[in-house]
């Protein structure tokens, strides 16, 4: 069940805390060290229906990312851990096209605050082919996210998280790129 299915039943519960602008301060300020700050965007939060884009859900993220930075951490945004809207099932037959769409607006949104990306974990084939997935969202972040929000150089790093232990700071200079080729 994903974000706005929970949230609609009542409420939302991570780890014992509200979710919200409560639950991911209290998680932010309680990270020290590690120079990365890895949090979910949930899809189903910021388009609840096919193609309609949440605006104040989405600054909800744009939040998330400028409180990280102000912190002196460098914000790393997942697309997609392990729930899908509840309006794909109905669309399954082009969900990963959805999902490259979803990632797109994403980088348009934050792209500018969001250097570091993920764009799977703890996905268990509710997207179908996980491999076209994690490549068409790939290449629509490349695409789409052309800043370079750290003044490294590099506009965007892309990766999955698939099989490693998951970590909510993550150090960049750690972070692998994977997907439709090497870092560009």
Same mark, same amino acid.
Request: hydrophobic letters at 30%; charged letters at 30%; zero cysteines.
């Given at each position: 069940m994903g974000w706005h299915m929970r949230a609609a039943a009542g409420g939302v519960l991570l780890a014992g805390l509200a979710s919200g602008p409560v639950a991911w301060a209290q998680g932010l300020d309680s990270a020290t060290g590690g120079g990365a =700050? #890895?949090?979910?965007i949930e899809w189903?939060?910021? *388009?609840?229906?096919?193609?309609?884009?949440?605006?104040? *859900?989405i600054d909800? =993220? #744009?939040q998330v990312a400028e409180r990280a #930075? #102000?912190?002196?951490?460098?914000?790393v945004a997942n697309l997609f851990h392990g729930s899908v809207p509840a309006w794909a099932t109905s669309h399954l037959a082009d969900v990963d096209a959805r999902f490259r769409d979803y990632a797109e607006r994403m980088a348009v949104e934050l792209g500018d605050l969001i250097d570091y990306w993920t764009t799977l974990d703890e996905a268990t084939g509710q997207l179908g082919d996980?491999?076209?997935?994690?490549r068409a969202a790939y290449l629509a972040l490349k695409a789409a996210d052309t800043w370079d929000a750290d003044g490294d150089g590099f506009p965007s790093m892309?990766?999955?998280? @698939?099989?490693? *232990?998951?970590? @909510?700071r993550l150090p960049p200079s750690r972070f692998? *790129?994977?997907g439709a080729g090497a870092r560009d």
């Open positions: =700050y #890895r949090f979910n189903s939060r910021v *388009e609840p229906a096919p193609g309609t884009f949440d605006a104040r *859900e909800h =993220y #744009r #930075r #102000r912190q002196g951490q460098q914000p996980l491999a076209l997935a994690h892309v990766g999955a998280i @698939d099989g490693l *232990e998951p970590q @909510d692998l *790129e994977t």
